[in-house]
């Protein structure tokens, strides 16, 4: 291989990030996005890795300063990952593999600006979302519409009343729409593509997006319109004009496709009856109550937070509100990055986030106003779309959509120049980065197959042969120290029998369990472990938050505390007791 083919080939990688991940329409237990995300983070490791090996350091490319911030934060959550404080250190763990792939892939969207310029990177990544973009809208419509037996391996099936297309997730399915429709107006204003068939992939996308329902694309139709305003305000007029008005239509294409599509839909009565953009415009969600206990949690641990992965165990014991309760068991995160940060990381580990997207923020600006152009308010518009997500909910938790903003961040951030030393030890420690996630990429893929092929006879009764039981029973128990450990124990701890056997271990998992996904299920069974173990008045308490927390699931409780009381009808009975006067409008202990 020639050295001067590589970036060329990890440019193309890197678009190949940006398409392939996005397609996949496989989408199931344990883990929904673990193909996605692990084909993600392969591609941009690969896309890194050429470019380091065959085309190495560029000393007017030297790690953007944001990553240096990132790399900080991934320094601090290992060192949260080697002192062990956490239910599942694996957590950290993985949560540092995700740091150190973000930095990897700033270096790789800086590189390849150096060598191909701003224009030439955004465009090739432009062309690559959206086809991706596109691809997922047709999948969205034939999916909302009706999909065809022919396409059955190729386009995920709906479920549900809201299109998402092969992403599976309608939010995540606009945000990605979202990228497509800034894609096509600088493809657009650069690339030789006609209005006419602008306007038709246009209309698809707009159109697409409106059947998955998710009002987050109100806010990115006003992001358009304000971002495009404001670059065109330092550029060169005719050009200026053509950038403001494309994404003045753009937006207001977006917000009519979801004001009218629902309507088309209910007077014709085509595909799935559901709410439109506007119904859901008007409900109400407790975002405020779970705002307000994600503060709590930052207060109770202000410097470190609570640790990665443990927002929902903290949350429940600080006592989930039912409002929260009623539209998700289990709250993962306070849907915004800031207090998520905050709440899991501390201030510490907040501060090193945010001030590593806002040295990016005010680069862009930097830049903006020295050489405003179409690509660069494509990478702006493109990073601003996954930060307003990241406002409601959490795009950036996912390798796909986490590596591509990440690139695009590293190809915006204002460049930076290094000697010949420092360049070499980057271009060491980058090499080293990539190893180290191919390893782990490795890893989990290996483990990830075995608790899919070991997850049901290995931990619920089945009709399968006792070899395979025995067999799968034990691959499930390995796999408890991995990074999928937490997924593990949760697959085993939730088929564990309702018996006094081995009452050490299932407490000590279950408290582990319970800090890291406390479902109703979950705080049930541990609270009957108590019991059966003779800890009445804990297993009263943990049951009695449970039954505040979940006032819907009283009858599954009732039903898991009828099976326990097989092994010990006197120690359950309390707990049934209990389950009873909840069930009749009272509260208290016996």
């Given amino acids: 291989m020639k050295a001067t083919s590589a970036p060329d080939i990890g440019l193309l990688l890197a678009g190949g990030m940006c398409l392939l991940p996005f397609l996949l329409p496989y989408h199931q237990q344990p883990v929904l996005s673990f193909y996605p995300e692990w084909l993600a983070v392969a591609l941009g490791v690969a896309a890194a890795f050429v470019v380091l090996i065959h085309g190495g350091i560029r000393s007017d490319a030297a790690l953007p300063l944001p990553a240096l911030w990132l790399a900080a934060f991934a320094l601090f959550l290992a060192l949260r990952w080697l002192l062990g404080e956490q239910a599942y250190p694996a957590a950290a763990l993985l949560a540092t593999l995700y740091a150190l792939y973000a930095v990897l892939m700033l270096q790789l969207g800086a590189q390849l600006v150096s060598r191909f310029g701003v224009e030439r990177v955004a465009v090739v990544l432009a062309v690559f979302v959206l086809a991706g973009a596109l691809a997922n809208a047709a999948a969205g419509v034939i999916q909302f519409y009706g999909r065809p037996a022919l396409f059955e391996d190729i386009i995920a099936e709906l479920r549900g009343r809201r299109a998402y297309g092969n992403i599976a997730q309608s939010n995540l399915y606009t945000n990605y729409l979202a990228l497509g429709q800034a894609a096509l107006l600088l493809l657009w204003l650069r690339a030789p593509l006609r209005t006419s068939y602008a306007i038709a992939a246009l209309a698809l996308l707009v159109v697409a997006s409106a059947l998955s329902g998710a009002r987050a694309a109100v806010l990115y139709a006003i992001w358009f319109a304000v971002s495009g305003a404001f670059t065109a305000r330092f550029m060169d007029r005719p050009?200026?004009?053509?950038?403001?008005?494309?994404?003045?239509?753009?937006?207001?294409?977006?917000?009519?496709?979801?004001?009218?599509?629902?309507?088309?839909?209910?007077?014709?009565?085509?595909?799935?009856?559901?709410?439109?953009?506007?119904?859901?415009?008007?409900?109400?969600?407790?975002?405020?109550?779970?705002?307000?206990?994600?503060?709590?949690?930052?207060?109770?641990?202000?410097?470190?937070?609570?640790?990665?992965?443990?927002?929902?165990?903290?949350?429940?014991?600080?006592?989930?509100?039912?409002?929260?309760?009623?539209?998700?068991?289990?709250?993962?995160?306070?849907?915004?990055?800031?207090?998520?940060?905050?709440?899991?990381?501390?201030?510490?580990?907040?501060?090193?986030?945010?001030?590593?997207?806002?040295?990016?923020?005010?680069?862009?600006?930097?830049?903006?106003?020295?050489?405003?152009?179409?690509?660069?308010?494509?990478?702006?518009?493109?990073?601003?779309?996954?930060?307003?997500?990241?406002?409601?909910?959490?795009?950036?938790?996912?390798?796909?959509?986490?590596?591509?903003?990440?690139?695009?961040?590293?190809?915006?951030?204002?460049?930076?120049?290094?000697?010949?030393?420092?360049?070499?030890?980057?271009?060491?420690?980058?090499?080293?980065?990539?190893?180290?996630?191919?390893?782990?990429?490795?890893?989990?893929?290996?483990?990830?197959?075995?608790?899919?092929?070991?997850?049901?006879?290995?931990?619920?009764?089945?009709?399968?042969?006792?070899?395979?039981?025995?067999?799968?029973?034990?691959?499930?128990?390995?796999?408890?120290?991995?990074?999928?450990?937490?997924?593990?124990?949760?697959?085993?701890?939730?088929?564990?029998?309702?018996?006094?056997?081995?009452?050490?271990?299932?407490?000590?998992?279950?408290?582990?369990?319970?800090?890291?996904?406390?479902?109703?299920?979950?705080?049930?069974?541990?609270?009957?472990?108590?019991?059966?173990?003779?800890?009445?008045?804990?297993?009263?308490?943990?049951?009695?938050?449970?039954?505040?927390?979940?006032?819907?699931?009283?009858?599954?409780?009732?039903?898991?505390?009828?099976?326990?009381?097989?092994?010990?009808?006197?120690?359950?009975?309390?707990?049934?007791?209990?389950?009873?006067?909840?069930?009749?409008?009272?509260?208290?202990?016996?």
Wanted: aromatic share 6%; proline share 6%; net charge positive.
């Fill in 239 to 590: 050009e200026a004009k053509r950038l403001q008005w494309g994404a003045l239509g753009i937006a207001v294409a977006l917000v009519a496709a979801h004001l009218l599509v629902p309507w088309v839909n209910s007077a014709l009565q085509l595909g799935l009856a559901g709410e439109g953009t506007l119904e859901r415009l008007q409900l109400t969600e407790p975002r405020p109550a779970v705002f307000l206990l994600a503060l709590r949690i930052f207060a109770d641990a202000p410097f470190f937070g609570v640790g990665m992965g443990e927002f929902p165990g903290a949350a429940f014991a600080r006592g989930l509100d039912p409002s929260l309760t009623a539209i998700g068991e289990i709250w993962t995160s306070p849907h915004n990055l800031p207090l998520h940060l905050l709440a899991e990381t501390g201030a510490l580990g907040a501060i090193l986030v945010l001030g590593a997207l806002s040295i990016w923020a005010i680069s862009l600006l930097q830049r903006d106003r020295a050489a405003a152009s179409p690509a660069l308010w494509w990478v702006a518009a493109a990073v601003g779309v996954e930060l307003l997500h990241a406002l409601i909910e959490y795009p950036l938790w996912s390798a796909h959509f986490l590596g591509l903003a990440s690139l695009l961040v590293g190809a915006s951030a204002l460049p930076r120049t290094q000697g010949p030393r420092s360049a070499a030890l980057v271009r060491t420690a980058g090499i080293a980065a990539c190893a180290v996630l191919a390893v782990a990429l490795a890893l989990l893929l290996r483990d990830y197959l075995r608790l899919d092929l070991a997850r049901a006879a290995g931990t619920r009764v089945t009709l399968a042969p006792p070899a395979q039981v025995q067999r799968d029973t034990e691959t499930m128990h390995a796999l408890r120290d991995g990074l999928l450990g937490p997924v593990a124990e949760l697959w085993i701890f939730s088929g564990a029998p309702l018996d006094r056997s081995a009452p050490a271990d299932k407490l000590s998992m279950g408290e582990r369990v319970g800090r890291h996904w406390p479902a109703n299920e979950i705080v049930v069974r541990r609270a009957a472990f108590l019991a059966l173990d003779g800890k009445r008045e804990r297993a009263l308490t943990l049951l009695e938050d449970a039954l505040r927390a979940f006032p819907q699931r009283r009858a599954a409780t009732a039903r898991l505390l009828e099976q326990a009381a097989a092994a010990d009808p006197e120690k359950i009975a309390p707990l049934l007791a209990l389950a009873a006067r909840a069930g009749a409008g009272t509260r208290g202990k016996p």
